[in-house]
């Protein structure tokens, strides 16, 4: 094996901060990908939060699964002290960098819109509930939405000429009943559509910084990697040692002696 190329003690910390942050990054990709799929799964939020939510959705677990590579990439770059590979691991980071703040910008600034498309979706699908068939797919995520969130039309039952079944309380406050849950649906799909836009955004914005503060770190690291490897070549060609190998900035292949 190879003699390290990290000397010095701040160095050193610089190399065990690496290792940290790719850890935390893989925990982040993991956190980030459960929060889309429960978005998906838990609250099926993109299907009726319109196209750019989905995008949204899809592109930070495409982004989640990048990351956790990115993150394995970035140890072992790390502990074998391969230049280039850490060269690479920098080129992938800061494209993955500029990807999630830009992303996350995105999300920020369209917040509102987002929150609007839930709304206006909710609204189209409740108002032509009667004229589609029960089987439909809107009709079964408006009967989901009242079901799960224990709501009834958009602001009440009143929005209903005859509520659907899913608007009616069967085992409410731990009594059978047949009532109707009094409360809209539209307060509370906007309610947990801003909620959910917002964290999407804070942990792409959480993430993109974490990342810049990587970015730093690992180009210190890989600048002291190659000025290390250029002292090493200097040397071999100077001391006119018999092996030298340029690779792995060790010994190990034979080299024209040097005359000063």
């Not at 990048?66 to 394995?72: D, E, N, R, Y």
């Not at 068939?133 to 958009?154: A, H, M, P, R, Y």
């Not at 730093?216 to 092996?243: D, G, T, W």
Request: aromatic letters at 12%.
């Amino acid at each position: 094996m190879p003699p390290s190329n990290v000397t010095g003690f701040q160095t050193k910390c610089i190399k065990q901060f690496l290792y940290l942050f790719n850890f935390v990054q893989v925990v982040c990709a993991v956190c980030l990908c459960a929060l889309c799929l429960y978005i998906h799964f838990g609250v099926r939020l993109d299907t009726y939060g319109g196209d750019k939510l989905c995008f949204v959705i899809y592109g930070s677990v495409a982004m989640s699964v990048l990351m956790c590579v990115t993150g394995f990439v970035g140890c072992y770059a790390t502990r074998s002290e391969h230049v280039n590979l850490l060269g690479v691991f920098f080129a992938i980071l800061t494209g993955l960098m500029l990807t999630v703040l830009s992303i996350g910008v995105a999300v920020a600034a369209n917040r509102n819109r987002l929150v609007y498309t839930a709304q206006s979706t909710l609204s189209t699908m409740v108002q032509e509930y009667h004229n589609k068939d029960k089987s439909s797919t809107d009709n079964e995520l408006v009967d989901w939405i009242q079901t799960k969130f224990q709501c009834c039309g958009l602001n009440g039952p009143d929005d209903w000429k005859l509520p659907p079944h899913s608007c009616y309380c069967h085992f409410c406050n731990d009594k059978l009943t047949i009532d109707v849950h009094s409360n809209g649906c539209l307060p509370v799909v906007s309610r947990d559509t801003n909620l959910y836009v917002r964290l999407l955004y804070s942990s792409l914005f959480a993430i993109g910084f974490t990342q810049l503060l990587g970015l730093v770190y690992s180009m210190k690291l890989l600048r002291h990697f190659r000025k290390q490897r250029s002292r090493r070549n200097i040397h071999c060609v100077y001391s006119a040692e018999p092996e030298c190998n340029y690779a792995n900035n060790n010994c190990s292949g034979k080299l024209l002696t040097t005359t000063l």
